[in-house]
């Protein structure tokens, strides 16, 4: 079956610009995560969703960046007027369920989008 | 402070050899994971456990919950396995959905 996807693949945006990055995870899978690996640094969490409850967004760097999940499927990362230090690999992944009384799954990554701020 | 370390950083050897891979972490968790990380990119979950051991094809996870550790073996090891490992630990109690990753393995299997 279809894995996780993101788009694009890859963004190159001028500093100061917004930017729209998609996830479409697994059907069915109801947590979403978001993670940012820049280069040269390890993964970092950015925001997570589980089925209609409030995200977690105890990762989010600043309030430039924001993200939504329609439907309880599609999740869109945006993020504001864009910085260099905003350069990294945007990670989605899902899994079939999140946190439920202290069970947890495993979480299938998505292809990452690249985003370049220049 | 890392909450979570891994060692080695960098990991050469040789095909065939057996590997470990370290993880130790500073926090109660729920959950540990490893991933590997291929040089396109692509994550993939290799292992998630709590307690125990667990094993698939030629790779081992196990965790000591007490200790706070856990490691990765490869037995056999391939050019193939060459990738960066990377250990998260989900922290417990509460609601929190982010993982905690380790800054990762970099293994290298020469031919």
Known sequence: GAGVS????????????????????????????????????????????????????????????????????????????????????????????????????????????????? | KNEVEQSPQNLTAQEGEFITINCSYSVGISALHWLQQHPGGGIVSLFMLSSGKKKHGRLIATINIQEKHSSLHITASHPRDSAVYICAVRMGGGSQGNLIFGKGTKLSVKP
């Open chain 1, 6 to 118: 993101q788009s694009p693949s890859n963004k190159v945006t001028e500093k100061g610009k917004d930017v729209e990055l998609r996830c479409d995870p697994i059907s069915g899978h109801t947590a979403l995560y978001w993670y940012r690996q820049s280069l040269g640094q390890g993964l970092e969490f950015l925001i997570y969703f589980q089925g209609n409850s409030a995200p977690d967004k105890s990762g989010l760097p600043s309030d430039r960046f924001s993200a939504e999940r329609t439907g309880g499927s599609v999740s869109t990362l945006t993020i504001q007027r864009t910085q260099q230090e905003d350069s990294a690999v945007y990670l989605c992944a899902s899994s079939l369920k999140g946190l439920a009384g202290g069970s947890t799954y495993e979480q299938y990554f998505g292809p990452g989008t690249r985003l370049t701020v220049t």
